[in-house]
């Protein structure tokens, strides 16, 4: 690593309860997951934060269940174990196909949805899916715990709700009813950040959403209302255009974007692949 390890401070945490103390006692502390992208900045020397707080051996974070029409799962669960879920493939079958999307195999192996959450990039694969199915998610401080929906969770870019001493400990999703569909646009198959992300339900009430358009992830309502009232896909285009908020980057140009999230669109209102 380009950056000196000497002024780094990493606390090993005996227990979830350990670790909320140590955030609320003695931060702030950067919560660890994965570090896929935290090993990177550190590399690069584009993180300023110094003191860390290890989460990956807290299984209590971890875990995949469905409870009452509810399906839960642990913010430590990597996207490999979601990939393999029977259960996510029945009920969330977008966030699995999201999931497949993420890097490599050694990413998704260490990867978490959680750590996808907190880290807030507008390029997250998984990011459009929890849009699109109103996910919740569950904070916990030593003192509290709370539930925001998704939606509510970004405030602007990697900015969020989570306060200093709060974890993302779990992410719920209702039952999704209607047709799911996810699609990645990247340089390549794997291994790249998005271009442009959507994720959407096509039912009585449409839901879509999409990454790498604007500071965050974004739903789109009046697209949406405008396919349910039975607006052509070429009106619900024109409409999107106004609601998404591209740029000029390093990896696509906002034209480019804008092109590319009404095709997906179009494929995804018509049910194409």
């Known amino acids: 690593m380009r950056t000196a390890l000497s002024p780094l401070t990493l606390r090993q945490p005996r227990s979830l309860a350990h670790a909320l103390r140590l955030l609320r006692d003695e931060g702030p502390l950067t ?21 860390f707080l290890n989460l990956w051996p807290l299984d209590q974070l971890r875990g995949i269940e ?20 029977a259960v996510v493939g029945r009920h969330l079958p977008m966030l699995v196909a999201a999931s497949r999307e993420i890097g490599a195999v050694q990413v998704q192996n260490r990867g978490t949805l959680g750590g996808n959450i907190a880290n807030g990039s507008p390029a997250g694969d998984t990011l459009p899916v929890l849009a699109a199915a109103e996910a919740l998610v569950e904070l916990r401080s030593a003192d509290w715990t709370r539930k925001v929906p998704f939606t509510a969770f970004y405030t602007g870019y990697r900015v969020s709700v989570r306060r200093s001493d ?37 039912a009585a009430r449409p839901r879509i959403a999409l990454g790498s358009v604007a500071p965050t992830v974004v739903r789109v309502p009046r697209t949406e209302e405008a396919l349910a009232a039975g607006a052509t896909i070429a009106e619900a285009q024109a409409i999107l255009q106004e609601e ?30």
């Not at 469905?66 to 490999?80: C, D, E, H, P, W």
């Open 31 to 51: 919560p660890l997951a994965g570090c896929t992208d935290v090993f990177v900045g550190l590399n690069f020397g584009t993180l300023g934060d110094r003191r």
């Open 66 to 85: 469905r409870r009452a029409g509810v399906l839960r799962i642990g913010a430590l669960t990597t996207y490999t174990e979601i990939i393999a879920s």
């Open 166 to 202: 709060e974890l993302v400990t779990a992410i719920e999703f209702p039952e999704v009813a209607g047709a799911q569909w996810f699609r990645k646009v990247g340089t390549r198959a794997a291994q790249s950040i998005s271009k442009v992300v959507m994720a959407g339900v096509r």
């Open 244 to 273: 998404i908020h591209p740029i000029d980057d390093i990896r696509s140009t906002a034209s480019y974007r804008r092109r590319v999230a009404a095709n997906l669109l179009a494929q995804f209102w018509n049910g194409s692949d």
